[in-house]
């Protein structure tokens, strides 16, 4: 019984460690050809299944591509209630040494915006709650207004604006967009802290 225990815990572990070099695959795949680009047979080549192979641990393109939007969520993830200002600035610092990550989220979001794209629905819910969590780390650092005289709840999206359009302009052009400096000049804009 126990040797039976150990040998699932093992293909379980294998299946887990399958399951991410597939997704780190998909993410290259995708940020070099784009998600309609990208076929389940290109993911199977790089890491040595056949297509059928790779249907087995996901059943179709899209449950794949939700799969790697949530682990690149994942990587990211803190706590809502562990997020200030400064760590968001060491976000944007994190995500300038790694292009291929920010390539794909940024490729993925813009074709998301199509009718019926798969990753749409992933998108649509994500923002609503980075908006809203953007709001109480706004909240938490000036209270009910900033310095502007915004609401936390105005100001949200325009945060979440700026890191997006940043990451674009510094894909295009990296060696003339500063994303980390540009984002930390973005909040000496919001103003000083508040009471």
Do not use: C
């Amino acid at each position: 019984m126990i040797y039976g225990g150990d040998m699932s815990t093992t293909r379980a572990i294998r299946g887990a460690e399958r399951r991410a070099e597939i997704l780190r695959a998909a993410l290259e795949v995708i940020a070099e050809r784009g998600y309609r680009g990208a076929s389940l047979g290109a993911v199977a080549e790089r890491v040595g299944l056949t297509q059928q192979g790779l249907l087995h641990y996901f059943p179709t393109k899209e449950a794949m591509l939700v799969a790697v939007l949530e682990e690149r969520d994942q990587w990211d993830a803190l706590p809502d209630s562990h997020w200030r200002l400064d760590l968001l600035a060491s976000l944007v610092d994190y995500n300038s040494m790694r292009a291929g990550i920010v390539q794909t989220f940024s490729a993925l979001l813009g074709e998301s915006v199509t009718e019926e794209h798969p990753a749409r629905e992933f998108f649509t819910g994500r923002y609503e709650n980075v908006r809203a969590n953007m709001a109480g780390i706004l909240r938490s650092e000036y209270g009910e207004r900033l310095p502007s005289g915004l609401t936390p709840e105005r100001a949200a999206p325009l945060l979440v604006a700026v890191m997006d359009g940043l990451q674009y302009q510094w894909l295009l052009a990296p060696e003339k967009v500063d994303m980390a400096g540009a984002f930390r000049d973005f909040l000496t804009l919001l103003g000083e802290k508040g009471s």
